[in-house]
């Protein structure tokens, strides 16, 4: 099992930026994928985008082109920056990892309020 604590959240204007942060705890563990979610209140938690260990990010429609995903392998730490903030990005986000001895090969993070002032 590994840790995964999360930063970067809170209040943000719409159109300005937030940069999130996600870092597992361990050494020498080899985690595949990570990313993350997001819940809004009364919605699904729905994906938001995710990066594969070789750096292959995956983006939903809503997002491209306003939100990066990287991480730093060594660090073993994933990173949302979000540009261009609408008010529908207003939720809670969960950073995940997929990693072999998570239950259900996915741990997740406490999750990070984000809020978008129009």
């Known amino acids: 099992q590994v840790q995964l604590v999360e930063s970067g959240g809170g209040f943000g204007e719409a159109g300005g930026s937030l940069r999130l942060s996600c870092a597992a705890s361990?050494?020498?563990?080899?985690?595949?994928?990570m990313g993350w979610y997001r819940q809004a209140p009364g919605k699904r938690r729905e994906l938001v985008a995710s990066i594969s260990s070789g750096g292959t990010a995956y983006y939903i429609d809503a997002v491209k082109g306003r939100f990066t995903i990287s991480r730093d392998n060594a660090k073993n730490t994933v990173y949302l920056q979000m540009n261009s903030l609408k008010p529908e990005d207003a939720a809670v986000y969960y950073c995940y990892a997929e990693y072999y001895y998570c239950a259900g090969n996915i741990c997740w993070g406490q999750g990070t309020q984000v809020t978008v002032s129009s």
């Open positions: 361990g050494s020498k563990i080899s985690i595949d994928a």
